[in-house]
């Protein structure tokens, strides 16, 4: 489905690279979890996998089912079904949620020549994902994220996720911020959505998030590589010791 | 209501496709082939005659208008505004311009050239009003169980060519017709209140206007009269070359209450043309009017070339106690834009309140805002101004509030917010705040910002193209004052929003 080969990327503003050899498969129904230390280049390599501006490809290629993924404008990658759950969702004041969402929606749905969803049908989806998630219809009325704590801000990028139906979802940080309840909360949304045609690519710092939505693979990324790929226990013994390990792993190669 | 919603989509849709067949960027850029019949060119006496002759008028008009003119000639064009303004030939221009079919006054709507009506059908009159102005359906009882009804007073060139509901407006008392109408059939209240709010010589533009008006609407709304629909006045200038001066006198009589609406759009031309209009609003003892605007006259091209200069006086006077008036205004078109609607609070606990969209793109300037003229005891005022920078525009607010030593525990809030699109373009807030009275407060809050990066990004990885985008965290910056507008307008004003827009990212 995504294929990541030796991907180097450096900031358009300052010479600086943050992605410095990056190569990363993942097949339709993998979950795959990235772990590493502040700073390592994670969200970048989210930003750049969803289109943002700001970045310099210096090396590599990036390939989604087939077609060159860092040709396509970010709102094509979206239609294509790449959805990133932003780590720290962003405030649209005056934009009410609803709107946004049914802008999204059929905007995407036009980009695949798909008929407009119409209002009933719409408010009738919207709203059978909203309970799920148990946010409130004075939530969903208001504008998009703002005034929302930081754990309603990450229900709501899970509504979005649910609503737009990817196939590949970046989850940059999802977990942090979330309560107990939540985070139970959220991972059943993502379980639920979960099926043999979609990936996840999921970045946390916390290897509990991993008990919920269990990994196939776990990376560990150091300075803008990845340094060492396992399994889910993998997670447990960087809970357990930290980076420490891996940090000279990252510095060896260049 | 979600059924109105999916009709009003249609109808936009249809409107939007038949205006994308016709014009490029400028939604409302085309221009109707009628057989225009023009005054000679330039100004003087005998066209201000020429003026009063074909509408029929009486003396005391003419007269009116003569003592206008004479005043103008001796007055200077005003230079305080941040605008650069090209110096305009006020000799090069046509002051009348009508439908050739029209010498004598179509007596029902079914004697207006087709064409015209095609016209405003492409100006997205609601569908309703485009059927009434065609003449296609009679006003029948089964109206009555629409939700929303707008009487419709269809203004082209100088000629008001039809107005909607006339008879049930009279059945209820309220008078809507064209200002050249009025003037005839009611004498008594035009002398009364025509120049009593903005008077002949107030300036410059409402001098000029007053000498050459050549048509408009009028409106009075009898004593303890809720005007039973919303009324509406499409202006359209379509003749090349010509200037457009209206001239529109509300009066809203004791405790009666009125809603108005004012759309004005201009084909493409190379030429710039200018468009100076008075508006004078007379609200008496516990009356209220609501007055909004979508205005969205040619803003000229890319480079700056062409376009409507708009010069334009709006006042409304609250005479009366407990008196109210509401401007809305969404200020969209124009390559000039000078505009400063008025609010004189002269009755005791009267209230002005000013909501104000204004966007400027490419090569636009604005100069635009509002005046609070506190006189009575316990008035208070409101000002939302919203102004959007793109391109190399310039932007500016320029408001007044003045409250004065009689006037007792008035209040003011000003609340004045820029956004700028991309680094060429400019926003300025130029607030003038006297306050003469130790009982009185006013509060002025401004922020200038810039459409965000983050937003964008967000928005488009959410699947929305990048004009969409701005177009929707716009209308979110604008939010306020888009809900001060009725709502069929409000949808209308969002996809102008979006329109004028295009092009300004990327
Ligand atoms: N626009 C930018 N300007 C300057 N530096 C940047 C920019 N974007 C990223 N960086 C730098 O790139 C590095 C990687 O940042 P990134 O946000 O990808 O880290 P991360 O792995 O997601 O960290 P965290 O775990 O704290 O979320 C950091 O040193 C960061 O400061
Ligand atoms: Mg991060």
Same mark, same amino acid.
């Given at each position: 489905m995504l294929n990541i080969d030796d991907l180097?990327?450096?900031?358009?503003?300052?010479?600086?690279q943050i992605i410095k050899g990056l %190569? !990363?498969?993942?097949?339709?129904?993998?979950?795959?979890?990235? @772990?590493?230390?502040?700073?390592?280049?994670? +969200? *970048?390599?989210?930003?750049?996998?969803?289109?943002?501006?700001?970045?310099? =490809?210096d090396n590599g290629t990036v390939n989604f089912d087939g077609s060159d993924l860092l040709e396509a404008e970010v709102e094509e990658r979206a239609a294509l079904g790449i959805f990133m759950a932003f780590q720290y969702p962003i405030e649209i004041p005056g934009v009410g949620n609803m709107n946004f969402l049914r802008t999204a929606l059929n905007s995407q749905r036009k980009t695949r020549g798909q008929e407009e969803l119409n209002a009933a049908d719409f408010l009738k989806l919207v709203r059978g994902i909203a309970k799920d998630l148990e946010i409130s219809d004075e939530m969903m009325k208001r504008p998009v994220n703002v005034g929302a704590s930081g754990g309603e801000k990450k229900r709501n990028e899970i509504l979005q996720m649910c609503l737009l139906e990817p196939r590949f979802v970046i989850l940059d940080e999802t977990d942090s911020g979330l309560d107990v309840d939540a985070m139970k909360l959220v991972s059943r949304g993502v379980n639920n959505f979960s099926s043999s045609s979609r990936s996840f690519l999921v970045i946390t710092h916390y290897q509990r998030l991993l008990n919920y939505i269990v990994p196939d693979f776990v990376h560990i990324m150091v300075d803008g590589r990845i340094v060492k790929t396992g399994d889910k226990t993998l997670a447990l013994h960087v809970e357990e010791t930290g980076y420490k390990d891996f940090l000279q792993l990252g510095k060896g190669k260049h | 209501m979600t059924d109105n919603y999916e009709v009003r989509d249609v109808i936009d849709k249809e409107t939007l496709s038949t205006v994308k067949s016709v014009g490029d960027t400028y939604k409302y850029g085309f221009s109707t082939d009628i057989e225009t019949e023009y005054a000679p060119l330039g100004l003087n006496e005998d066209i201000v005659k020429l003026i009063s002759k074909k509408n029929n008028e009486p003396k005391w008009m003419l007269d009116w208008r003569l003592k206008a003119f004479n005043r103008w000639k001796k007055l200077k064009q005003p230079d305080?505004?941040?605008?650069?303004?090209?110096?305009?030939?006020? /000799? #090069?221009?046509y002051y009348y311009a009508r439908p050739a079919n029209m010498k004598e006054k179509?007596? %029902?709507? #079914?004697?207006? #050239?087709?064409?015209?009506?095609?016209?405003?059908?492409?100006l997205g009159i609601p569908l309703t009003e485009q059927k009434k102005l065609a003449g296609v359906i009679e006003e029948n009882p089964e109206d009555k169980s629409e939700n929303r009804r707008v009487a419709v007073d269809a203004v082209f060139d100088s000629v008001s060519v039809g107005t909607t509901f006339k008879e049930e407006l009279k059945s209820a008392g309220v008078i809507f017709c064209s200002i050249s109408e009025a003037i005839k059939e009611y004498p008594d209240l035009v002398k009364k209140y025509l120049g009593s709010v903005v008077p002949i010589s107030d300036n410059f533009f409402a001098c000029l206007n007053a000498a050459v008006f050549s048509d408009g609407s009028f409106v009075y709304i009898p004593k303890g009269v809720r005007c039973p629909m919303e009324l509406s006045t499409y202006f359209r200038i379509n003749a090349e070359n010509t200037g457009q001066f209206e001239r529109t006198l509300i009066i809203a009589d004791d405790n009666s209450y009125v809603s108005y609406l004012e759309g004005c759009t201009a084909p493409q031309r190379d030429e710039s043309q200018l &468009?100076?209009?008075?508006?004078? !609003?007379?609200?008496? #003892?516990?009356?209220?009017?609501?007055? +909004?605007?979508?205005?969205?006259?040619?803003?000229?091209?890319?480079?700056?070339v062409g376009g409507i200069y708009n010069f334009v006086t709006k006042r409304a006077d609250c005479r009366g106690r407990n008196s109210k008036v509401m401007w809305?205004?969404?200020? *969209?078109?124009?390559?000039?834009?000078?505009?400063?609607?008025?609010?004189v609070l002269k009755g005791d606990n009267s209230s002005g309140e000013?909501?104000?969209?204004?966007?400027?793109?490419? @090569? /636009? /300037?604005?100069?635009?805002?509002?005046? @609070?003229? &506190?006189?009575?005891?316990?008035?208070? %005022?409101?000002?939302? %101004?919203?102004? =959007?920078s793109a391109g190399k525009a310039q932007n500016t607010y320029r408001g007044l509030v003045q409250i004065g030593g009689r006037s007792q525990n008035s209040r003011n809030f000003t609340q004045c917010d820029s956004l700028l699109i991309g680094n060429k373009c400019g926003a300025h807030t130029v607030p003038y705040i006297e306050v003469n009275n130790s009982s009185a407060r006013a509060e002025h809050e401004a922020t200038t +910002?810039?459409?965000?990066?983050? /937003?964008?990004?967000?928005?488009?990885?959410?699947? =929305?193209g990048e004009e969409d985008a701005v177009a929707l965290i716009v209308n979110g910056f604008c939010k306020e004052v888009l809900q001060a507008l009725p709502m069929e307008f409000a949808m209308e004003a969002q996809k102008l929003v979006a329109i004028s827009l295009e092009g300004s990212v990327g």
């Open positions: 180097k990327v450096s900031l358009e503003e300052e010479e600086k %190569s !990363l498969s993942i097949k339709p129904g993998e979950v795959h979890a990235i @772990m590493g230390p502040n700073g390592s280049g994670k +969200s *970048t390599l989210s930003s750049v996998l969803a289109g943002k501006d700001g970045y310099i =490809i | 305080w505004a941040l605008l650069k303004i090209p110096e305009i030939d006020f /000799q #090069d221009q179509p007596k %029902s709507l #079914d004697e207006v #050239d087709p064409k015209l009506l095609e016209t405003y059908s492409k &468009h100076a209009a008075v508006v004078e !609003l007379v609200i008496l #003892d516990e009356a209220e009017i609501k007055y +909004s605007t979508v205005q969205n006259w040619f803003p000229g091209d890319e480079n700056g809305t205004q969404v200020e *969209t078109g124009s390559a000039i834009t000078w505009k400063y609607p008025s609010c000013f909501y104000s969209i204004a966007i400027t793109n490419n @090569m /636009q /300037q604005a100069d635009t805002g509002t005046k @609070m003229i &506190h006189l009575g005891k316990n008035t208070n %005022s409101r000002i939302v %101004s919203k102004g =959007i +910002s810039k459409v965000d990066e983050d /937003q964008l990004f967000y928005c488009m990885q959410r699947g =929305i």
